[in-house]
């Protein structure tokens, strides 16, 4: 059987890159007693993967670990052992089980994620933020009218200008900072700071001298029936 477990990432374990984290839950595993099924051959490894790994710095509410397990284990009880064995920062909120098929696996079904955006105090700390600045109202909708938002995106190799308009599906006002939910996965994957980049150019503000916390709520698959609406991964493909 699979199963998908979703966890929270926060406080100094943000810090941490995905790779130790991947290790991290490899060691949980072993300490929790959870049933993971490995690979074959000379150099056995456990048979997990994440779904669109979260980036240095960033703190989530749903980040989510697709595992292939030998045998069944209750959910609340897979839930218990691993937190047991968690550290401060990394917190197991729910584990399902999930179709066995591979176009199912969280990897290949993201689609998008959403964000909230604070203001920080400081750059010394995530933990202070403020409001948005009283000459920002408005400028946001100024910002999503526009017919394009052209940026130069870079990659490994090479890069090349961009228009990131459709890969923005919502960006608003939220309380005292900005909610954006933006295009993620393989065919198309667009990261917060560089819509906040955009937007900070668009109001003429140089965007090295706002702090922001980026703090990512969940990551959402294509509801099947309906292209247009998107599900939670832990909606998504569980039996």
């Not at 209750?74 to 047991?84: I, Q």
């Not at 729910?94 to 959403?114: H, L, P, Q, W």
């Not at 308009?165 to 954006?180: A, C, H, S, V």
């Amino acid at each position: 059987m699979k199963a998908r477990i979703k966890f929270r990432k926060y406080g100094v374990m943000r810090f941490i890159g995905h790779l130790d984290v991947m290790r991290f839950f490899q060691k949980a595993m072993r300490r929790a007693g959870i049933p993971i099924a490995f690979t074959g051959g000379y150099s056995p490894h456990m048979i997990m993967s994440f779904a669109q790994p979260l980036g240095v710095g960033v703190t989530s509410d749903g980040e989510y670990l697709d595992i292939e397990l030998k045998e069944e284990i209750d959910a609340l009880e897979a839930v218990r052992r691993l937190n047991e064995v968690m550290v401060e920062g990394i917190e197991v909120v729910n584990f399902r089980r999930i179709s066995d098929e591979k176009k199912n696996s969280g990897m290949t079904i993201v689609a998008a994620a959403s964000y909230r955006v604070s203001l920080l105090e400081s750059s010394r700390s995530a933990d202070i933020t403020r409001a948005l600045p009283p000459d920002w109202d408005g400028k946001i909708d100024a910002f999503m009218n526009q017919d394009s938002i052209v940026v130069l995106k870079k990659t490994k190799r090479s890069e090349m200008e961009v228009d990131i308009k459709p890969m923005i599906y919502q960006m608003r006002e939220d309380g005292e900072g900005i909610y954006l939910f933006l295009a993620a996965g393989s065919e198309q994957n667009l990261k917060p700071d560089l819509v906040m980049a955009a937007f900070m150019e668009f109001i003429g503000k140089d965007v090295a001298s706002v702090p922001f916390h980026y703090h990512r709520t969940d990551v959402y698959a294509r509801q099947a029936k309906d292209k247009d609406t998107f599900i939670p991964l832990d909606a998504a493909g569980v039996l």
